[in-house]
């Protein structure tokens, strides 16, 4: 027994049972927790052998059957430990084969928490690039919204600058040169050389007689002369304002219906609309209806004029002007601007081309009368 103690302790020391220690070194490589080698030696390992060869007495005279009776006397105590040898075989063999594939297991996932950091560094790199990008589009956005608001604020001086430069030609100088463009023309043929604007306005001119004249949508200006002394315009068009300030004509660029919200209440003592309620929605003629009626002092006088709806079927100049959303029945303008407050005091109908009321011809324009 002695002895056998004794080979187990040096086996120890030279770490031939040292399994833990195997275990865990095998599952620190990359690839598989074992190798075939590794294997066999945890086999050979997990095999408990019982030995019981003895050394052979070296005494004179009776070493013989002192050898002899040492054997016996091992072979008679190794027999239960035959029974150890065995269960100890097996279960180092269960307890290697799982400790096996706990080792496959926590190599697997080690390598797939591996692979998710790598992926998530890729996914933190593509969340950084696109913020970079979405950084960029918002200060692309910025210059572009600053740049578009100066074009807007440039936008009429520019036009203006541009008009006076082009102005009446000088002598000798060829009519090309001062020409309008093509959308100037096009607004000028639609609102303001029609054959019958001129007796329009001289009657217009009549019914205000003294009263100083806020002519809203007034162009270029061309029916303020005939408006009398002190006429002034609106227009919202910046194209036709410039073509107004260009010919030293009194027409402020402004819209309109928002210009009558800034003066003062009944501050003014004719208003003329002209080219405006066609271009109005439904909440436009109303606010312009409340505009007039706030604007418009003690016995001041408003003229609504615009196109009838059974004259323009055919008028292709009237729907070339795409600002134009529908010609309105004049009992339309009449009962908005009833409903502001004002008495309206008649409405006349103007034929096309100029013609007195009364032709057998449809009416191409009205006028809607409304007094305070």
Not at 347 to 361: F, N
């Amino acid at each position: 027994m002695g002895d056998l103690r004794r080979r187990v302790a040096e086996k120890k020391a030279k770490g031939l049972y040292g399994v833990d220690a195997l275990m865990a070194a095998s599952t620190e490589d990359d690839g598989e927790p074992f190798g075939l080698e590794d294997l066999e030696r945890l086999r050979n390992l997990a095999v408990q052998r019982v030995q019981i060869d003895t050394a052979a007495s070296t005494k004179p005279l009776v070493g013989g059957a002192v050898s002899r009776i040492k054997r016996l006397l091992v072979r008679g105590a190794s027999q239960p430990m035959y029974g150890m040898s065995a269960q100890a075989t097996a279960f180092n063999g269960a307890l290697l084969s799982y400790l096996s594939s706990l080792a496959r297991e926590v190599s697997v996932l080690e390598r797939q928490v591996r692979a998710e950091r790598e992926q998530g560094d890729g996914l933190r790199e593509e969340i950084a690039a696109l913020r970079e990008e979405v950084a960029r589009a918002a200060e692309a956005m910025a210059e572009a919204r600053a740049a578009v608001a100066h074009l807007a604020d440039a936008a009429l001086p520019e036009r203006v600058a541009r008009l006076e430069r082009l102005g009446p030609a000088a002598p000798g100088e060829p009519a090309a040169a001062a020409s309008p463009s093509g959308s100037l023309r096009l607004r000028l043929e639609a609102t303001e050389d029609d054959a019958g604007r001129e007796w329009r306005m001289a009657a217009y001119s009549g019914a205000f007689g003294d009263r100083r004249v806020l002519h809203l949508g007034a162009g270029s200006g061309r029916a303020l002369e005939a408006l009398g002394e002190g006429a002034e315009g609106v227009e919202g068009d910046g194209e036709l304002a410039a073509a107004a300030a260009a010919a030293g004509r009194r027409v402020r660029h402004a819209d309109p219906v928002a210009h009558l919200a800034t003066l003062p209440p009944e501050s003014v003592d004719a208003i003329l609309v002209t080219d405006l309620v066609e271009r109005l929605g439904g909440g436009g003629l109303t606010s312009l209806a409340a505009g007039i009626a706030r604007a418009l002092a003690p016995g001041g006088m408003a003229i609504v004029e615009g196109h009838h709806p059974n004259g323009v079927n055919e008028d292709l100049l009237f729907w070339r002007d795409p600002d134009r959303l529908r010609a309105l029945h004049p009992d339309a303008v009449r009962m908005a601007l009833e409903a502001a407050g004002l008495a309206t005091t008649g409405v006349t109908l103007h034929p096309a081309a100029g013609r007195e009321s009364g032709s057998s011809d449809e009416p191409q324009r009205y006028a809607v009368h409304a007094a305070r």
